[in-house]
């Protein structure tokens, strides 16, 4: 069960649709289905578990691409496309391509399929362009899809004592069948995610095109820039969100990070007066509990999802923490406004009261069905060369009771790159610093924090970096109704509408960090 650069989708409204401006050329038809190139192949959108309300509007099919763009004579696989068409009658004529993050989550399952028709933040920026929505591949709908059940028996032998969390027997048995499956391990890595991306705007009929990525989509982003020069279809700007540095390793990292966002959520509980009224001395309890579950684990009992049979783990202090880092990621629980509910947590937790923490333990156990687990992996490895920085380079100090908990899970993604044996690419470059991007941070994230979208902007000529305060992973899904859904909205339309120009920020002065107090 190793750590995901995910995005975790949160209840949106955003009320201010992006639009075109003098900067954008505004075509009168977007490209029709009927004119895409000879490598599209369309498919019934159902394929893709799509929803009518979706459907309706979108056009979905299978892109044929280069297994490895390097030689594009040689083997293909296929990805899984969906051009959802924009409501207006001018749109735009660059698109917003959007990809989701993982690596290895579904971007048409989550994204297009739930996201879109829920939340009105994609609705909004339907209004101006077209959305594609690329499935990365590997991921669930592009064939092949590198999922790796295995994971699922690991992790629940896991959490009963029956395996050691590094041990990686789940990855060979998985990896056995990839061979089995003629399957390259070496064709599946960023580089050529990146160039997927162009190879599909060109197939689409888009001269240019914008691009979204959150959590690994901004790692991927980061190459898509560095490769613009190197293809017809043009790169417009970029939107980075919850942004991946390419020289760290996010899982040895793990204790930086939720240091990190652990310290931004305790301050913020001590400014505020009803939260630290209800919650004083929030950190110290918290530490003391990690302390307390470390010299003695306490029985819990989770619930495996498919089955829904139960059985009784021990819970300690890096499994608390498992369960806190998925409330900081997604603060609001409820996907309402209200505030977030992890001091009230803690406080249970100093009582002894731990059954809070059971749900999200429970629900870790299984996600390999829609996840590409093998996928995850092939990306890691393949970045070896890349991870130059220590975590201590470029972060503060974590709270030593976290430190082995990203030693524990660099180390199982080490177990596994062994049994891999991937092709080692070569460090990544940055290149094309002049396309303009937009850097989103949320206070709250425990993986991808400020200080990595800050570093990250500093390689870029054109940059703009905002940070909101109380925002977990994703700063575009901020829950609805908190002023930071409405202040991301605006920020976005104003580059979106012309990336060569600041955007206005004034909003962040009005967002402030809410918390659930009982």
């Known amino acids: 069960m ?4 995910t995005q975790f989708c949160q209840s949106t409204l ?8 003098s900067s954008c050329v505004v075509n009168q038809v977007t490209p029709d289905r009927a004119k895409f190139g000879a490598a599209w192949e369309t498919v019934d959108c159902k394929t893709f578990d799509m929803p009518d309300s979706v459907a309706a509007k979108s056009d979905c099919g299978y892109v044929t691409v280069p297994e490895q763009h390097g030689q594009p004579q040689g083997r293909t696989i296929q990805l899984a496309v969906v051009r959802t068409r924009s409501t207006s009658k001018a749109p735009a004529a660059d698109p917003l391509f959007v990809e989701q993050g993982g690596p290895g ?4 399952g989550i994204i297009a399929d739930w996201a879109l028709p829920t939340f009105p933040e994609l609705q909004a920026l339907l209004k101006s362009r077209d959305l594609i929505f690329v499935e990365e591949r590997g991921t669930r709908y592009s064939k092949p899809f590198l999922s790796c059940p295995e994971l699922d028996a690991h992790n629940i032998a896991v959490a009963k004592g029956e395996k050691a969390y590094t041990d990686p027997g789940w990855f060979k048995a998985c990896n056995d069948r990839f061979k089995a499956q003629g399957i390259n391990p070496n064709a599946f890595n960023t580089r050529e995610n990146a160039a997927d991306v162009y190879f599909v705007a060109q ?36 939107i980075l969100d919850g942004v991946v540095r390419p020289d760290i390793d996010f899982n040895l990292a793990s204790g930086h990070t939720i240091s990190y966002a652990l310290r931004n959520l305790f301050h913020a509980c001590a400014k505020n007066q009803q939260c630290n009224s209800a919650y004083p001395n929030l950190e110290q309890k918290f530490l003391a509990i990690v302390d307390q579950l470390n010299k003695k684990p306490i029985p819990l009992t989770l619930t495996i999802p498919s089955s829904k049979k139960t059985f009784v783990t021990q819970l300690d202090g890096n499994a608390f923490i498992t369960g806190i880092e998925t409330y900081l990621a997604r603060p609001y629980s409820g996907n309402t406004a209200r505030g977030t509910s992890i001091p009230k947590f803690i406080q249970a ?35 070896a060369k890349s991870v130059q920085v220590k975590p201590d380079q ?16 660099a180390e199982a993604v080490t177990k596994v790159c062994d049994v891999l044996q991937s092709e080692l690419k070569p460090p990544f470059v940055y290149e094309n610093p002049e396309i303009p991007t937009l850097v ?4 709250y994230d425990p993986v991808t924090p400020q200080p990595y979208g800050e570093a990250v902007a500093r390689n870029l000529k054109t940059a703009y970096v905002y940070t909101f305060p109380g925002v977990g992973h994703g700063a575009l899904f901020a829950p ?14 104003d580059f979106l509408g012309n990336p060569q120009q600041t955007p206005d920020s004034r909003c962040l002065t009005q967002i402030k960090p809410a918390f659930v107090v009982e």
């Open 2 to 5: 190793n750590r995901r650069l």
């Open 14 to 21: 955003l009320t201010v649709a992006v639009s075109a401006t």
């Open 105 to 108: 989550d579904s971007t048409i």
């Open 203 to 238: 197939t689409l009929g888009y001269k240019q095109f914008n691009y979204y990525g959150v959590s690994y989509g901004t790692l991927l982003g980061q190459y898509v820039i560095s490769q613009a020069d190197k293809h017809k279809a043009k790169l417009r700007s970029v």
């Open 349 to 383: 937790a100093s009582k002894g009261n731990f059954g809070w923490i059971a749900e999200k333990l429970s629900e870790n156990l299984e996600s390999s069905n829609d996840s590409a687990k093998g996928m995850y992996h092939t990306v890691l490895c393949a970045r």
């Open 394 to 409: 470029v972060l503060p100090p974590p709270y030593p009771q976290l430190i082995p908990l990203g030693i524990r899970e």
């Open 440 to 443: 989103l941070n949320g206070t």
């Open 480 to 493: 609805r109704g908190m002023p930071a859904e409405a202040c991301v909205t605006q920020i976005a339309a």
